[in-house]
């Protein structure tokens, strides 16, 4: 079975920092292009970072630039979100997503439970 564990929500006040982990198992780690994701309350789910399956590449959301980091260790199975300068509207469920190739031009997503971020003072 493949299974993400998201860890490392919690509460913290504005301009604090947070990390954030998703252990993986249940498929070859490094075969997946890992993502967070967000949703706040009466919002849609939307891209926070992503990186590619050996770490080369990431891509940010416009308000994530310049404050978080993703990053993988494929040794331990297991992507980062690091979260800096924390802002009230960075409050959301954060979601792991692996995107796995399984065959060529072909993927399958799967999700975490999510973990809880609230930002306030």
């Known amino acids: 079975q493949v299974q993400l564990v998201e860890s490392g929500g919690g509460l913290v006040q504005p301009g604090g920092s947070l990390r954030l982990s998703c252990v993986a198992s249940g498929f070859p780690f490094s075969s997946g292009a890992m993502s967070w994701h967000r949703q706040a309350p009466g919002k849609e789910r939307e891209l926070v970072a992503g990186?590619?399956?050996?770490?080369?590449?990431?891509n940010y959301a416009d308000s994530a630039q310049g404050r978080f980091i993703i990053s993988r260790d494929n040794t331990k199975d297991t992507v980062y979100l690091q979260m800096n300068s924390l802002k009230p509207e960075d409050t959301a469920a954060y979601y792991c997503?692996?995107?796995?190739?399984?065959?060529?031009?072909?993927?399958?997503?799967?999700w975490g439970q999510g973990t809880q971020v609230t930002v306030s003072s």
């Open positions: 997503k692996a995107e796995v190739s399984v065959l060529a031009g072909i993927t399958i997503d799967y």
């Open positions: 990186i590619t399956r050996t770490g080369g590449t990431t």
